[in-house]
């Protein structure tokens, strides 16, 4: 089974559209890896416009294979991870979002949200491959309520 998602079709709006969208899966992952080799860490950039999106879980710190969180690189910032339920004419899709900052996204499970600047980046290391997400943020949408979370 790929471990590549579909990334709802109508949502890339760069230029490498057809890594992600026009190719099957396999084949996907094949191109995705040869250009990840070609070009270094590439970024695609997500059109969120015709999608809706719910936060799945609470946020939670990213961490690494030791459980610590993970800070990014350059700027020393933390890193939490957002749990996504993306929604679409074709579908839903779970997704995991990175974000980084000092505090976590103020945002509670079954609230619609935006993710600022969503972006796809497909990886590929020690012959596993998938897609990372990572956005600059994420806000509530206005008026929106959390669906089931219990407040205090």
């Known amino acids: 089974m ?32 040869k250009l990840i ?15 809706t999106f719910t936060v799945g879980r609470e946020v939670q710190p990213k ?3 030791n459980g610590q969180q993970r800070f990014e690189r350059n700027t020393n910032v933390p890193m939490w991870a957002v749990q996504l339920v993306a929604m679409d004419d074709g579908g839903a899709e779970v997704i995991t ?11 509670a499970v079954g609230q619609l949200v935006n993710p600022v600047e969503l972006q796809a980046i497909p990886w590929a ?20 309520k959390a669906g089931s979370a219990s407040s205090s």
């Open 125 to 144: 290391q020690n012959g596993k491959n998938g897609t990372a997400f990572r956005a600059s943020d994420i806000k509530a949408v206005a008026g929106s």
């Open 97 to 107: 979002v990175t974000v980084t900052g000092h505090q976590p996204p103020k945002v």
């Open 37 to 51: 080799a070609l070009e270094g860490m590439m970024r695609l950039l997500i059109d969120t416009s015709k999608v």
């Open 63 to 65: 961490t690494d294979q």
């Open 2 to 33: 790929s471990r590549h998602p579909r990334h709802f079709p109508s949502l890339l709006s760069h230029g490498h559209d057809a890594v992600c969208c026009r190719y099957a899966p396999n084949e996907a992952e094949r191109i995705a890896s």
